[in-house]
């Protein structure tokens, strides 16, 4: 539910149908439980019709009014520029282009810790995208899962500075970033750093989580935001897990048999009783 300070924030907008159809909802179910807030609503709605039922103003002709004008306004003075030597010209345009080279620095060195709503937001995004493209392809999973914990960082602090539509944002660029990064998480490169920094991203989902629950008035689709990405992860680590084990093969393996080794047998020798025989035949 919106808070009182919220509300009376949103309530001109409201007033004039400026805001979306489930903020006005939320405003709604607010008026509808405070005194204070339908009150000045009313008195919103009233100075708005006495505006509109205001009779225009009649037509003024332009240059009488621009001659009346011109008489009460200061005279201008003519600006008289000294011509300066080529060598200063030059000077100045370096000096200028000096200043534009450290403006555009300043730039750069600003951009990354820009969030959704600073105006360096976008030089920020065009970084990432430049460093995505040009980085090899073994780093490539690192720096997705440092861009997804950047995109929770600003999350959690667009819920804490109750800007809710941007911290949707950011959590919905986080999804993309983890649903790209996915393929590679199931066979990363260092599956130790890669498990640290998705057991990171949890830790800052649940403080963005923290950061939308103190408030009074949460955000639902933020809360719901969290949680599809704590789903992500889940099927994340399901599909490490089942990676990780390997299949065990369930049989016999044939044992061989040994090659058979040739038995030595002694070499028969002459035996000496059928000598004695011979030499006993022949006495005879």
């Not at 009779?55 to 000294?82: D, K």
């Not at 730039?107 to 040009?134: G, H, I, W």
């Not at 399901?238 to 030595?264: D, F, I, M, R, Y």
């Amino acid at each position: 539910m919106l808070s009182h300070t919220t509300t009376r924030d949103w309530l001109i907008p409201y007033a004039d149908g400026m805001l979306a159809a489930d903020e006005r909802r939320r405003i709604d179910s607010h008026i509808a439980d405070c005194a204070a807030c339908a009150a000045e609503l009313r008195e919103v709605r009233e100075l708005n019709l006495l505006l509109v039922t205001l009779p225009a103003a009649p037509p003024v002709a332009f240059p009488p009014f621009w001659l009346n004008l011109q008489a009460v306004l200061p005279q201008r003075r003519v600006l008289r520029i000294p011509s300066f030597p080529s060598y200063r010209r030059l000077g100045l345009a370096l000096a200028a282009a000096t200043v534009a080279m450290l403006a555009a620095a300043g730039s750069a060195f600003a951009a990354p810790t820009a969030l959704p709503d600073n105006p360096l937001y976008a030089v920020k995004q065009l970084e990432e995208s430049v460093r995505l493209t040009f980085i090899p392809a073994h780093d490539r999973l690192m720096l997705q899962l440092q861009l997804a914990s950047e995109r929770l960082r600003e999350a959690r602090a667009m819920a804490n500075d109750h800007k809710p539509l941007l911290a949707e944002n950011s959590l919905r660029a986080f999804r993309l970033t983890i649903n790209d990064a996915t393929a590679a998480l199931k066979n990363p490169a260092d599956p130790q750093a890669a498990k640290a920094a998705v057991q990171k991203l949890r830790v800052q989902l649940a403080a963005v989580e923290q950061a939308n629950a103190v408030r009074a008035d949460d955000d639902a689709e933020v809360k719901q935001l969290v949680l599809a990405a704590t789903d992500e992860l889940d099927r994340i680590d399901e599909s490490e897990a089942g990676t990780l084990q390997q299949p065990v093969v369930v049989g016999e393996q044939a044992t061989p048999q040994p090659t058979p080794q040739p038995v030595l047998r002694p070499t028969p020798q002459p035996s000496s009783s059928g000598g004695d025989r011979e030499h006993t035949s022949g006495d005879r």
